[in-house]
């Protein structure tokens, strides 16, 4: 479930009455005017939280690295009279997903990189033009393995990993679930698991930092029971158990390689460069997917 502070439906209703999201204007604006922005705003959040959930699959706003993420696209919404071309649709899908993946709100002044692109929305209403910032401010849209290098869970490419396994088929490790941040139960709630034990990349004498043993690429999704029941155990233990049980699918739908050798301590930083390359395929895969983008469009996009 998708849960909205005051603080953003406060900016929500600034938006939709006065065009922009500073709230330094609202002083001056006509009470008329912010009733009306209240309206436009309840139908422009309905629409953008459906969006999310429905076309981009992010589940509530865990997987934002920004909740102004919401406001744009409820202006879309808004501009667009919730009439949209499928050109239109994959046009905001792509540019959610990699902005959101990128950190588009979440460097520099928020509001100003907000306001740049909700100027985009309301004076043209050309959704295409909203890859343009992000273009200028990260200088490339796709995915490459060394934009994993020492990332981890506070990382914006985080979430875009859980939505790319969760669209590759991943699913937990024993119970053969599915991915989804709504499973009842905590036995059931999905969370992080170092495919190499934290524990024991900590105790070898092979010196390891703390930002690779935390990276992303050391990470899979599995339940709260299935971590529990790991736990620390070697994953040349548990790995053959989970091929035995579940096939080599379980591992190769999370993007962790199965050659036994790079589960050795020893080949961490090796297990890392192959699972980078496998995440970062999978993430640029994942979005070009749900954006209905083929390889020639991506390319010229990137």
């Known amino acids: 479930q998708f849960t909205i502070d005051l603080g953003q439906l406060v900016r929500a209703i600034v938006v939709f009455a006065t065009k922009q999201c500073l709230f330094r204007g609202v002083g001056?604006?006509?009470v008329q005017a912010l009733k009306d922005g209240w309206e436009q705003a309840k139908e422009g959040l309905r629409f953008a939280i459906s969006f999310l959930r429905a076309n981009a699959g992010i589940e509530d706003e865990s997987l934002l690295s920004s909740p102004m993420f919401i406001h744009a696209v409820a202006a879309v919404s808004r501009v667009k009279n919730n009439n949209l071309s499928l050109a239109e649709q994959q046009s905001l899908l792509y540019w959610l997903l990699v902005a959101n993946a990128r950190g588009r709100y979440s460097r520099g002044s928020t509001e100003t990189l907000l306001n740049e692109d909700l100027a985009i929305?309301?004076?043209t209403g050309n959704i295409a033009g909203l890859l343009e910032p992000v273009k200028r401010q990260f200088g490339r849209l796709h995915v490459e393995p060394g934009d994993?290098?020492?990332?981890?869970?506070?990382?914006?490419?985080?979430a875009l990993s859980y939505?790319?396994?969760?669209?590759?088929?991943?699913?937990?490790w024993y119970s053969g679930l599915g991915l989804s941040l709504g499973h009842q139960g905590k036995l059931h709630f999905i969370q992080w698991h170092h495919v190499i034990p934290k524990s024991l990349l900590k105790e070898s004498t092979l010196g390891y930092e703390t930002g690779e043993i935390n990276e992303i690429a050391n990470m899979a999704f599995i339940t709260g029971q299935t971590?529990?029941?790991?736990s620390n155990k070697s994953p040349s233990v548990y790995l053959p158990e989970v091929i035995a049980n579940q096939g080599l699918d379980a591992l190769s739908s999370q993007g962790v390689p199965n050659d036994p050798?790079?589960?050795k301590l020893e080949n961490y930083r090796q297990f890392l460069e192959t699972r980078r390359k496998s995440l970062a395929?999978?993430?640029?895969?994942?979005?070009?997917?749900?954006?209905?983008?083929v390889q020639g469009q991506s390319a010229a996009i990137n």
């Open 227 to 230: 971590n529990r029941r790991i």
């Open 148 to 158: 994993l290098a020492g990332r981890g869970a506070n990382s914006p490419l985080f």
């Open 163 to 172: 939505l790319a396994l969760k669209h590759a088929g991943a699913k937990d």
């Open 28 to 30: 001056a604006t006509p």
């Open 281 to 293: 395929a999978c993430m640029n895969a994942f979005i070009e997917a749900k954006a209905g983008i």
């Open 261 to 263: 050798e790079l589960w």
């Open 121 to 123: 929305i309301f004076r």
